[in-house]
C-alpha cells in the first residue's frame, strides 16, 4: 500500500479548522467581551474570603517541578499502550524500538534523580 499526499489532506484540514476556530473564538470574545475596569473588579477574589497579607510571598519550586515531570513521565508512559495492544503484530523490531524507548526514558529518569529535582529538604 502506498500512501498518498492527498490521504493526509483530512488532517491538514482539521488542524486548520480547530486552530482558525480557536483563533477567532479568542478574538471575537476578546473584542465583544466587557471592557469596564472597576475597582472591585479588579480585587483579587479567593473563594469568597478576603484576602489576607501579600501575594507575592516565595514558596518553593520543587511543587511544579514535581508536578511537570510527573506529567511528563505519565504522557510517555501512554505511548506504551498501542505499543501492547500490537505486540504481536510489531514483532522484534517493534520490541527493540520499544526497548530503546523505555531506555530512554529510564535515562531521563536518572538523570532527574542525579540532579536532585525529586528530593525534598
Known sequence: MQSNLYDY???LLMFIVAGGFVGVTMFVTHKL???IKSKIKLDTFECGIESQGNARIPFSIKYFLVAILFVL???EVIFMYPWAV???ELGLFGFIEM?????FLL????YILKKGALKWE
Open 9 to 11: 489532506l483530512p488532517i
Open 33 to 35: 467581551g466587557p471592557q
Open 73 to 75: 513521565f505519565d504522557v
Open 86 to 88: 500490537n505486540f504481536k
Open 99 to 103: 526497548l530503546t524507548f523505555m531506555g
Open 107 to 110: 535515562l531521563g529518569f536518572f
